[in-house]
């Protein structure tokens, strides 16, 4: 997959951001409620048509089908409720858990009138029955602190599967200017997704974003939205398409200084090495190794 340089629009001679403080994650937030005209189920499916379309250029409906899809209780888990809609379109099979049901009084109706499976535990044996996660539970309404104990069984689940995960905005627990909080990077407890997909543009926290693909997704807002903010974003590949791969390292192996990489979709728990001087691999030209890990 290429990833579209070719958009950097308007003025290149000064320096832009190419990623979002909080502040103005939180006023599209708003502004992409507007935008949506003050539906917001309407702009939690444009949301959600963004990521799914990112989510199967990684992980095709032919490859896999089970998606067990972590709700919040905010417009990210809204959202994730509009991705297991849309992905049993596209012939997956989700299902849905949410953290606190009694938030979103409508779940229980939109996933009987799909044909969706609601959750209100977690299996112990995920692996068992799903391919990959979806992590809709905490995006930029997390507030820093601890997880409350109502999110700590699945929260606890994001981090310790050996799925892959594709976060949904913000990976949940992540700080949205810093990302994994240090307390939880020096207790190598925090979630490690293979695939994020940003709504509208990144947010500063993503920069340390080290799993195998990220992309920008939806058209809840236009793409002027952020350049009129001096926020350069990459425009997406053409009029039917909703989301744009932003960067991409689609291929691990065991590196010579002790690096570790894996294949997407490859048990995530060594995508994030923490030596800094890691070489992306392009697998284009390694074809000998995918050898290696067949
Ligand atoms: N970036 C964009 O352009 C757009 C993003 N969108 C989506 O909207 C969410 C942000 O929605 P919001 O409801 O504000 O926040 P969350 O979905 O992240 O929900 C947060 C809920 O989680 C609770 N919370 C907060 N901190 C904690 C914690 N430490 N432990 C457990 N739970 C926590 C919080 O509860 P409160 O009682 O504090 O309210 C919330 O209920 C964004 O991520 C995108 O997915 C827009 O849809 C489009 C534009």
Redesign the pocket.
């Known amino acids: 997959m290429e990833v579209d340089k070719s958009s950097k629009q308007g003025d290149n001679s000064k320096p832009r951001q190419t990623h979002i403080s909080p502040e103005l ?1 939180n006023q ?2 708003n502004d ?1 409620i507007t935008y949506s005209g003050g539906d917001v189920v309407v ?2 499916r444009t ?1 959600a048509s963004g990521f799914c379309d990112a989510l199967q250029q990684c992980y095709g409906s032919e490859e896999i089908s089970d998606v067990f899809i972590a709700c ?6 809204l ?1 994730g409720l509009q991705v297991a809609v849309e992905l049993q379109k596209k012939g997956y099979a989700p299902e849905v858990y949410a953290a606190e049901q009694s938030k979103h009084a409508n779940f229980r109706s939109v996933c009987d009138e799909a044909g969706i499976d609601l959750h209100d535990f977690i299996p112990s044996t995920l692996e068992f029955y799903y391919d990959i996660v979806v992590d809709a539970l ?6 820093g ?4 104990q109502q ?1 700590w069984t699945v929260y606890e689940m994001l981090i310790s599967t050996r799925l892959a995960i594709v976060s ?3 990976p949940s627990g992540w700080d949205l200017s810093t990302g994994p909080r240090k307390i939880d990077v020096t207790a190598d407890s925090f979630i490690k997704p293979e695939v994020l997909v940003s ?2 543009a990144p947010k500063l926290g993503s920069k340390v974003f080290a799993g195998g693909y990220h992309f920008i997704a939806g058209r ?2 236009p793409q002027s939205y952020f350049l009129e903010k001096g926020i350069s974003v990459p425009a997406f590949p053409g009029e039917e398409s909703n989301c744009v791969l932003m960067s991409s390292n689609p291929f691990r192996f065991e590196g010579a200084n002790g690096e570790t990489y894996g294949r997407p979709g490859q048990f995530n728990a060594t995508l994030y090495t923490k030596n800094p001087t890691r070489e992306w691999v392009d697998v284009d030209k390694h074809d000998d190794l995918w050898d290696e890990l067949d």
């Open positions: 994650a599209a937030i992409a702009m939690a949301c919040g209780s905010g417009l990210n888990g959202i905490l995006g930029t309404g997390f507030d602190g601890d997880i409350r999110y949904l905005d913000v709504l509208g809840h807002l």
